[in-house]
């Protein structure tokens, strides 16, 4: 009976592959040319955690579990790994080349709350920084799929603003310990009632916050189905991969989880975002390509194409920067829907963090209930160093200033936005030509405060679009 199941196992999940590995539909009608994302090819190996001594009780834990598990996944040439229904508590999960993390309905994979699981150690030292929950490093065909859930376990290492939480939300953040700081403005999850600090202070510790899922160097991904959420920090991070696709998932945290972004594509090529629902706490669906020289060496954000996703809660529906040093190249992003986010199409960057974009086609955007700004260019962002006052912004000129944002050749068409502060917002930098060749055409905004706030440096070129407001 065992082997008939798992090959029943191995058959339905060699059929999820096979209708995943279909994304050629998508590609119809582009407005640049752009190589096609394909599935990872997965061997038909299949085993289950249970037989490797996991334990879904939510008390046990199980990262012996899944290392042993993966590992003879590895020694077959690799394979899925199936979590079935129980509440799987664990540490580090890595992965290797060939293995599909498969994640069944009512299977939740909760990251541990205490922190020093996560913190790699050899030849006796410690890392000062943690390990994400799940990691793949320069490996070929991983995925993770499944209509399970990743849980981070976020509230025990988020820091917590008295001003974005109600009383009886705060109330439970105390009831956990943990310290509060600026005269009870802030708490952190440090000196909690049952689990000990990895650091000597909060802020240190802060700093030593991780990601969901981070996926380096890797070739041939594809996350499917499931579910990610509570993050302690960034949810899904693909870097410097190539050839990744993430389907039909759905990312949330709290509103006001600090640092709480969904998917942050950095320096990829060839990626394909379909079908995804996002309420995060942060940025949505963000293109980031590095900062300063480091960016240059990973090099762009490249051919990606975005469509038929829904974000409600976030600062930007679709977001570039701030980081972009390595530039933005070839994106197509159509057919999708914001919700309730803070700005909808957000550009933003810096001096020392912008590159180049070109090559940007965005459409068919349809956006409700937008907390700012609809469309945003802002180039002072995190801009410390070079930042001018008020009274001194006419004067001040930029032209040495080191990796200024470029944001250039874009095109955006078909936006209907209803409910918004203001409808388009501009601003780059004196002596710089940080924004331009921009087109916005054949759009509908309804706004409430403005409909175009621009300084006079940019160069934004708009057409048969209409701005609409209550009558005065």
Known sequence: MKKVLSLCVAFMLALNFAQASDYDTYYQNLPVEMPKATAPVIPANTVNLKDFGGVGDGVTLNTEAFRKAIS????????????????????????KDNIDLHIEKNAIIMASPEKSLFIKEENGKKDDKCTPLISASKRKNISITGEGVIDGNGAFWRPVKRSKVSDAEWKEFLYMGGTETEGGKLWFPFNLKHYENIAATPEAQEKMRTHLIRITDCENVLVKDVTL??????????????????????????????????L??????????????????????????????????????????????????AHG?????SEFTGGIKNIVVRNNRFSGTDTGLRFKS????G?????????DIFMTDIKDEAIVFECTYIDKKY???????????????????????????????????????????PGLKCVHDVTIDNCTFFYTKKDKDFDNNVDVKITNTKFLTYDK
Request: proline share 4%; net charge negative.
């Open 72 to 95: 003879a996944l590895n020694k077959q040439g690799g394979g899925h790994l199936v979590v079935p229904a129980g509440i799987w508590l664990t540490g580090m999960i890595s992965l």
């Open 355 to 363: 590159g180049k974009v070109e090559g940007l086609y965005i459409s």
């Open 317 to 321: 529906g679709f977001v570039i920067g």
């Open 229 to 262: 959420q509570n993050s302690p920090k960034f949810h899904l991070i693909p870097t410097r991969c190539n050839n990744v696709i993430v389907d039909n998932v759905t990312i949330r945290c709290p509103w006001n989880a600090q640092n709480g972004d969904a």
């Open 387 to 429: 930042s001018v006052k008020e009274d001194k912004a006419e004067t001040a000129t930029y032209t040495d200033a080191p990796f200024a944002p470029d944001f250039g050749d874009i095109h955006i068409s078909n936006v209907v936005c209803r409910n918004t502060k203001t409808a388009i917002s501009a601003h780059g930098l």
């Open 350 to 353: 810096g001096i020392g963090r």
């Open 264 to 313: 942050d594509i950095s320096s990829c090529k060839n990626v394909l975002i379909v079908n995804n629902t996002i309420d995060a706490g942060d940025d949505g669906i963000c293109m980031k390509a590095g900062a300063g020289e480091s960016g240059l060496k990973y090099g762009p954000c490249e051919n990606i194409l975005i469509e038929n996703n829904a974000v409600f809660h």
